[in-house]
């Protein structure tokens, strides 16, 4: 029999520590990998914060403006600025400055879901860094978790911190916090839009990375896919006089959310919001399967 040299292997006398989540630790590698390069960065999200700080502006002037305060950048009390003072309220509205901003960044916010999603399951399945993940302790839900988390985390910042800021100009540019004490439920409306917004976009680029082994070529079916929905939804629904054929398009359904939960103008959507709720968990529900499916076939490779 063996005897174990005790100079050299010395018994472990001390305790385990806790279970960690493994899922955790790839997203957060999955992110510091995505951020290396700075100029990406720079160049998907310095629109969305230009136009944060446009409508955190006009958020300001407008509180400004209806307590009799011309903000600085405006030159100073006018004659012009006082007759202003009249209209603030009935033109700027909080809801509609976050309904609008989501509305003129929607192609922005994909760009930064697809940048940084398109290649996280593709590029796993070039490199063949999968054989790698699924050789430790990570189930096939855990890999799903991370790469669902990475996405959602750059989404996040493009969709969901925008406006919580735009909020939060508004509740200390308001007098005496009245936005918070009167609005104050747009807030959380703001975050689980913007969460919803990024989850449902995050999912479908996820399902679209785990078809290709390129970037390159995920990037491209995913504004393709946008693309095309889009633009047949909005040339039916011009030629059959009928705007309920936006409903095949997850873009105009996503709008028709946000209309709802931020009290937004309607935009020629007027059907029932229930519908989008069942067009968006349907196309979710199938970009889900696909990812389980293909990421079960990776895990079966392993």
């Known amino acids: 029999m063996a005897r174990t040299n005790t100079e050299v292997y010395r018994p472990f006398r001390g305790t385990l520590g806790a279970r960690t989540l493994g899922f955790l630790a790839l997203a957060r590698a999955g992110i510091a990998a995505a ?14 914060a230009i136009a944060t700080v446009i409508f955190s502006f006009v958020v300001y002037a407008r509180f400004a403006l209806e307590a009799g305060v011309t903000p600085s950048p405006l030159g100073g009390p006018s004659p012009a600025s006082m007759i202003a003072v009249g209209f603030a309220k009935q033109m700027i509205q909080v809801r509609e400055e976050i309904f609008m901003f989501h509305l003129a960044m929607s192609l922005f916010t994909l760009l930064v879901i697809a940048w940084f999603g398109a290649g996280l399951i593709a590029d796993d399945r070039r490199l063949g860094a999968h054989l790698l993940y699924f050789a430790r302790p990570l189930s096939r839900s855990g890999y799903l978790a991370a790469k669902f988390l990475t996405v959602l985390f750059f989404g996040g910042i493009a969709v969901v911190a925008p406006g919580l800021v735009i909020c939060i100009v508004a509740t200390f540019a308001s007098p005496d916090f009245a936005f918070l004490r009167d609005e104050g439920s ?3 409306r703001t975050i689980l839009f913007g969460t919803l917004w990024a ?3 995050g999912s479908v680029m996820l399902a679209i990375s785990s078809l290709f082994l390129r970037k390159t070529l995920a990037l491209v079916a995913s504004f393709a896919f946008f693309m095309i929905t889009t633009a047949i939804s909005v040339v039916l629904a011009n030629l059959q006089q009928d705007d309920r054929f936006l409903m095949l398009s997850l873009q105009m ?3 028709r959310i946000a209309g709802w939960m931020l009290d937004g103008p309607s935009m020629r959507m007027h059907w029932d919001v229930r519908w989008s709720f069942a ?5 979710t529900a199938a970009a889900w399967a696909i990812l389980f499916a293909r990421v079960r076939r990776l895990e079966a490779s392993a």
């Open 35 to 48: 951020t290396k390069r700075k100029l990406p960065l720079v160049i998907l999200f310095g629109p969305p």
């Open 186 to 188: 747009l807030i959380p």
């Open 253 to 255: 359904n996503m709008q």
């Open 279 to 283: 067009v968006v968990l349907g196309i």
């Open 199 to 201: 989850g449902v976009w």
